[in-house]
């Protein structure tokens, strides 16, 4: 089975500032994603960022990296250069895939971090 | 393309009536799945599917019934609401092959009396 865990229940960041999101998971499959995900107070899902565990290099995508440790397990999310639009609860999720990083689409969630940005 | 739509918004039950959320894509995905989201937690799979008659049984199942007769809809049906269904659920798609995210619906959100 797969598990995420997410131990920041809130985190507070002065705007211009970077912040680190984290993530830990577990799993026993040897091809697997990572995802990021944010929701605004709207609650709709907005897609951040992908990691696949065969990725040589750690995912980017315009203010948001995502910091992947295979050995550690960790897939910690860092946002750049914080906007008060940033402030929102992140999940971090993770989905089984094979090798061609095909999957059914099933993810397992994080209890999620709520990011406040402060001006 | 109107990506997930999920219908209705807001919805409120008695304990005891039944009643079905609807999820629909216009992507052509294969990949369907429903989350429920309680408070303090992240999303949990009740049911997902892999196409058009075929379904399986996520995280949370049980209270739930699902079925896919196109590869457009995947509703998701209430047998017979309990408080403890109360929640806010959220419709997804994917594709299949290669690394695609998962594209969700803006939620319904639930409330059972």
């Known amino acids: 089975a797969q598990k995420i865990t997410q131990t920041q229940p809130g985190m507070f960041v002065q705007e211009k500032e970077a912040v680190t999101l984290d993530c830990t998971y577990d799993t026993s499959d040897p091809s697997y994603g990572l995802f990021w995900y944010k929701q605004p107070s709207s609650g709709e899902m907005i897609f951040l960022i992908y990691?696949?565990?065969?990725?040589?290099q750690n995912a980017t995508e315009g203010r948001y990296s995502l910091n992947f440790q295979k050995a550690r397990k960790s897939a910690n999310l860092v946002i750049s250069a914080s906007q008060l639009g940033d402030s929102a609860m992140y999940f971090c999720a993770m989905r089984e895939e094979n090798a061609g990083g095909t999957s059914y689409g099933k993810l397992t969630f994080g209890q999620g971090t709520i990011l406040t940005v402060h001006p | 393309n109107a990506g997930v739509t999920q219908t209705p918004k807001f919805q409120v039950l008695k304990t005891g009536q039944s009643m079905t959320l609807q999820c629909a894509q216009d992507?052509?995905?294969?990949?369907m799945s429903w989350y429920r989201q309680d408070p303090g937690m992240g999303l949990r799979l009740i049911h997902y599917s892999v196409g058009a008659g075929i379904t399986d049984q996520g995280e949370v199942p049980n209270g739930y019934n699902v079925s896919r007769s196109t590869t457009e809809d995947f509703p998701l049906r209430l047998l017979s609401a309990a408080p403890s269904q109360t929640s806010v659920y959220f419709c997804a798609s994917s594709y299949s092959p290669g690394r695609q995210t998962q594209y969700f619906g803006p939620g319904t959100r639930l409330l059972v009396l």
């Open positions: 990691q696949g565990s065969y990725d040589q």
């Open positions: 992507m052509n995905h294969e990949y």
